[in-house]
């Protein structure tokens, strides 16, 4: 396993010390984002971690090494090189690592990385899902299955906006996998506060989160939980302005036939440029937000941990 996975001493030093870690995935950094926007909010990720007490571990395939604990120099790498970096979920990860590629981690690839090195709780912007016409595409992201397989706790701001939210939902429900709202009963849609949908569970506080994750596991119940929590109001879009610009891009989409994993960073990108950069400014303050509610999580379950 040396050979195929490094742990930053940070990183490992306070996993063997019960310190709260906090992962990070990368393919927001190589494919979410253009450079340097995607650095600068990368570091200021880690900084916002640093100043909740908790060590930041920014996940990524670095000269084929599955690396927890990125350095600065590795963030910069996946920022510039952007979308010529290897976009890495769980069926990638072997042939990258094997070619010696450098690779950035999508959700799925992440948690993949977090069971390996023991680290319980992820901050992302959205979870992949369901895409629309997915029911005769079946193009359903692989975050969704891995959800269902490692025990992972995950803090979104739900699933991003240009999927079928309510068949992602489903899927989830299928999977066993519990998503919980924090301090809403109302799915949330990335770029918005509101999908229309429910949640399984509100819970209110991040004691409360960690407490349902450690008993989770305590039961052996293997698989990740999902924690949405909405973007801030004061950053969040107009639902309408917001879906004309989804329609718009998915339109130029199918017109291209882009679809796969070329998907989501295409519509993305097309919805920055539609919407003058607003979305791209919501995106990075949810990615805030849902990194200080993932760093409250970790801390208290540290402290159960402590407790037992």
């Known amino acids: 396993m040396k050979d195929y996975l490094k742990i930053s001493t940070e990183v490992q030093h306070a996993l063997d010390n019960n310190l709260p870690v906090v992962a990070l995935e990368s393919t927001i950094i190589s494919h979410g984002m253009p450079y340097p926007q995607n650095v600068e909010t990368a570091l200021k990720v880690e900084e916002i971690v640093r100043q909740a007490g908790c060590v930041p571990a920014t996940v990524a395939i670095i000269g084929g090494v599955l690396t927890v604990g990125c350095s600065a120099e590795d963030i910069e790498l996946l920022g510039k090189r952007g979308t010529s970096v290897s976009k890495v979920s769980r069926r990638d990860l072997p042939i990258v690592i094997a070619?010696?590629?450098?690779?950035?981690t999508t959700v799925a690839g992440t948690m993949y990385a977090c069971a390996l090195a023991g680290v319980s709780v992820f901050a992302t912007g959205g979870i992949g899902g369901a895409h629309r016409r997915s029911e005769t595409t079946m193009d359903i992201s692989a975050d969704l299955d891995e959800l269902q397989q490692t025990d992972v706790t995950v803090v979104c701001a739900g699933a991003k906006s240009i999927l079928d939210i309510g068949l992602t939902?489903?899927?989830l429900e299928t999977r066993g996998v519990p998503v919980i709202g924090y301090k809403t009963e109302e799915m949330p849609a990335f770029y918005t506060q509101s999908s229309g949908y429910k949640v399984d569970y509100r819970l209110d506080s991040a004691k409360e989160i960690a407490e349902a994750y450690y008993a989770k596991q305590q039961l052996g119940l293997h698989g990740g939980m999902l924690v949405v929590n909405p973007i801030p109001s004061e950053y969040a879009m107009d639902k309408?302005?917001?879906?004309?610009?989804?329609?718009?891009?998915?339109?130029?989409?199918?017109?291209?036939?882009i679809s796969g994993k070329q998907i989501t960073p295409f519509l993305l990108d097309k919805i920055q440029k539609l919407t003058s950069g607003k979305s791209l400014d919501s995106n990075i303050q949810?990615?805030?937000?849902?990194?200080?509610?993932?760093?409250?999580?970790a801390q208290e379950l540290c402290k159960l941990r402590k407790s037992k």
């Not at 309408?240 to 036939?257: K, T």
Request: one cysteine or more.
């Open 286 to 297: 949810l990615v805030y937000n849902n990194v200080r509610l993932a760093c409250e999580v």
């Open 240 to 257: 309408a302005y917001i879906d004309e610009n989804i329609s718009i891009a998915l339109a130029e989409a199918d017109r291209l036939g």
């Open 99 to 104: 070619q010696g590629k450098d690779g950035a």
């Open 169 to 171: 939902l489903e899927c």
